[in-house]
C-alpha cells in the first residue's frame, strides 16, 4: 500500500496537492529502553498490555487509565486525535461525549463507523495514551515517550488513509508547524521506513463543538478523504463535497 508516483501525479492534476512529505513519527521513535518492551515488536495484545502498564513519562501519575484505542483493527481508515480528555480518561475509551457524537455523526455521513466492519469500519486513537492534566496541551518530551506506540498502531493496521483531527495532532504526525488551514484541502503523505500512508487534516470534533460555522469544512475534509481513498483502493468515490 502506499502513494504510488501516478496516485501522486493524479492528485495533482485535480488539484490536490502539494503532496508533503514528511518524515514525521519516524523522527520520533525513542531509543528502545532497556525497561520497556520495544513496541516496535509487540502484536496487538502486547501493544495494549504495553500501553496499560507505561510509566514512560510523567501523565501516568494523574492518568485514571490509559485510552488505547476504539474500532476495528482490521480497519482501513484510520482517525488520529490529540490525547484523551476528562471522560475519555474515566471511560479508557477515545472520543466519547459530546466530541465522540459528533465524530460519530461525521463518520456516519461518510459511511464509516467504529462499530462497522469491512470497508466502513475505522479505527480511531490519540497521539497521547495518557490525559495531561486539566486538557492542558501535550508536551514535546510527552509526545516522543507515546510516539513509538502510535507508531506501531500504523503499522499494524496498515491502514490506506490516515486522518488527523486538530492541530495538535497533525502537527505531530506531520513533523510540522504549520496552521491546520494550511494543512487542510491536501493529501499528505507519511512515509514510515518502506510505507506510505495518505494524511488527510481536518478539525479536531471538540473544535467543531465550538466553531459550528466550520462544519462544511469538515465536510469538503472528509469527501476529500473518501475520493483519496476510493483511488487507493480503486473503489466508487461515495460523497461529494457537491452532494
Ligand atoms: Fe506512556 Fe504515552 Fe501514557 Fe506517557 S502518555 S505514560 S508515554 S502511554
Known amino acids: 500500500m502506499g502513494v504510488t508516483p501516478q496516485g501522486a501525479r ?10 508533503w512529505r514528511e518524515r514525521a513519527l519516524a523522527s520520533l521513535a525513542l531509543e528502545p529502553s532497556t525497561s520497556r518492551p520495544r513496541p516496535e515488536q509487540l502484536d496487538w495484545n502486547a501493544l495494549e498490555q504495553a500501553v496499560a502498564g507505561c510509566t514512560a513519562c ?4 494523574s492518568r485514571t487509565q490509559t485510552v488505547f484505542a476504539a474500532g476495528s483493527r482490521t480497519a482501513t481508515w484510520m482517525f ?11 471511560r479508557g475509551e477515545p472520543f466519547v461525549g459530546q466530541a465522540g457524537r459528533l465524530l460519530d455523526n461525521m ?12 470497508e466502513q469500519a475505522v479505527f480511531i486513537a490519540n497521539v497521547l495514551k495518557c490525559r495531561p492534566p486539566g486538557n492542558r496541551n501535550p508536551e514535546p518530551k ?12 500504523i503499522e499494524l493496521l496498515h491502514p490506506k488513509i490516515i486522518v488527523v483531527m486538530g492541530r495538535f495532532a497533525a ?10 488551514a494550511s494543512l487542510r484541502g491536501h493529501v499528505h503523505e507519511l512515509v514510515m521506513d518502506a510505507e506510505r500512508y495518505p494524511v488527510i487534516v481536518t478539525y479536531h470534533p471538540a473544535y467543531l463543538l465550538r ?3 466550520d462544519k462544511s469544512k469538515v465536510w469538503d475534509d472528509l469527501c476529500l478523504a473518501r475520493r483519496t481513498y476510493a483511488h487507493e483502493a480503486s473503489l466508487p468515490e461515495g460523497p461529494t463535497a457537491n452532494g
Do not use: K, M, Y
Open 80 to 90: 488520529i486525535g490529540e490525547a484523551p480528555g476528562a471522560e475519555e480518561d474515566a
Open 10 to 19: 493524479l492528485w495533482h492534476s485535480l488539484g490536490l496537492g502539494p503532496l
Open 58 to 61: 510523567d501523565l501516568c501519575r
Open 211 to 213: 466553531n459550528l460555522a
Open 171 to 180: 502537527q505531530s504526525v506531520l513533523a510540522t508547524e504549520a496552521s491546520i
Open 142 to 153: 510527552e509526545v516522543a515517550a507515546c510516539a513509538p506506540f502510535l507508531r506501531r498502531q
Open 107 to 118: 463518520l456516519a455521513a461518510v459511511q464509516l463507523g467504529r462499530e462497522r466492519s469491512g
